[in-house]
């Protein structure tokens, strides 16, 4: 099992930018996948955004496709979002996952295909 810690959440005014990162740790070998989600108050947790940990291929959701960024660091084992130009819906809690299996893009987009969670880290922008 990977343990995923996130940080970097807060308050910010739309328009504004936020960086979360997610560290990994806790198996001698890293994830394959990485992703985030968001669920906002009362809604279902949608993806946001993926990458392939060996190649650095990303996707990302159309809310999110041309203002979000996500990268990785594989010294640091950290997976970044740089969130620009952001946006009163933007606001929810965002969590960082973890595959093991060897995810095609479009899967790295689905929930059930991570085995690891983050405890989450609130996103809140003001309009």
């Known amino acids: 099992q990977v343990q995923l810690v996130e940080s970097g959440g807060g308050l910010v005014q739309a328009g504004g930018s936020l960086r979360l990162s997610c560290a990994a740790s806790g198996r001698t070998f890293g994830p394959s996948a990485m992703g985030w989600f968001r669920q906002a108050p009362e809604k279902e947790r949608e993806f946001v955004a993926s990458?392939?940990?060996?190649?650095?291929?990303?996707y990302y959701a159309d809310s999110v496709k041309g203002r979000f960024t996500i990268s990785r660091d594989n010294a640091k084992m950290t997976v970044y979002l740089q969130m620009n130009s952001l946006k009163p819906e933007d606001t929810a809690v965002y969590y960082c996952a973890g595959s093991q299996a060897l995810l095609s893009m479009r899967q790295s987009s689905m929930r059930r295909m991570y085995d690891s969670w983050g405890q989450g880290t609130q996103v809140a922008v003001s309009s």
């Open positions: 990458i392939i940990w060996s190649g650095g291929q990303t």
